[in-house]
């Protein structure tokens, strides 16, 4: 693997996207400087863990099957799972420090206690994960980087689905939701390549949204804008 110059030993990774926005409002500097640390599992940091051994998933979420959402955004749909499944832990990766602050803003409000939060690439979190650990993975509307040039950054790339194979049980489900006709394309014939399996059977199971889902903000824009949502569920084999 190769490493960077950080005394952390962390490896050089491309990152296309936003760390932080404009602006972060006094209350969320709250959040960020007084509960993300004690729900941020350690052992994911390189300069906690240079070695990268493997979380305890057990010490986590002790005797709970564990979930991963990919991509949070601003945390609606992580913390609408946590509370409809207080029995299940989850864990929410999200570089873009913004949309953390907003998770950490709903989970002080709504007092979940099933939640792990990861303010960086989920791909940090796979480096740790053991083997076939994860459940049940959410992956709602990704950024669909739409130039043709940068079809490669997208998540549903060999990169990211490999080690999200590695880390999934036999027979646990990924969801994908995005309204980009094309990302849908590329999601179909890149997953399956990858050792999954599309469970749909006919237009319903792609057109219509799980029963536990919650609409977030992307979906409502989408919608306004147009654009038709899919629901594409894979197990993997």
Not at 71 to 92: K, T
Not at 184 to 207: H, I, K, S
């Amino acid at each position: 693997m190769t490493k960077t110059n950080h005394p952390s030993g962390a490896p050089w990774r491309n990152f296309y996207g936003r760390f932080r926005g404009k602006t972060i409002r006094a209350s969320q500097h709250d959040y960020l400087e007084n509960d993300l640390a004690p729900l941020s599992p350690g052992s994911v940091s390189w300069e906690q863990n240079p070695s990268r051994n493997p979380i305890d998933l057990q010490a986590l979420f002790p005797g709970r099957e564990v979930w991963l959402e990919i991509g949070f955004g601003g945390g609606e749909h992580l913390v609408h799972m946590a509370q409809r499944y207080p029995d299940i832990g989850l864990i929410g990766c999200e570089p873009f420090i913004n949309g953390v602050a907003m998770l950490l803003g709903k989970i002080r409000k709504a007092q979940v206690d099933n939640l792990a939060v990861h303010p960086g690439d989920v791909r940090d979190v796979f480096d740790v994960l053991p083997d076939a650990t994860i459940s049940k993975v959410f992956l709602n509307y990704p950024d669909p980087w739409p130039k043709k040039r940068h079809h490669r950054r997208r998540f549903v790339t060999p990169e990211h689905l490999a080690p999200l194979h590695r880390v999934m049980k036999p027979g646990a489900l990924l969801r994908v939701a995005t309204d980009i006709p094309d990302y849908v394309r590329q999601t179909l014939e890149q997953v399956p390549r990858q050792g999954f399996e599309w469970l749909a059977e006919r237009p319903y199971d792609w057109r219509v949204a799980w029963d536990d889902w919650l609409s977030t903000r992307y979906e409502q824009k989408a919608l306004r804008d147009g654009r038709t949502p899919h629901y594409l569920t894979f197990r993997r084999r």
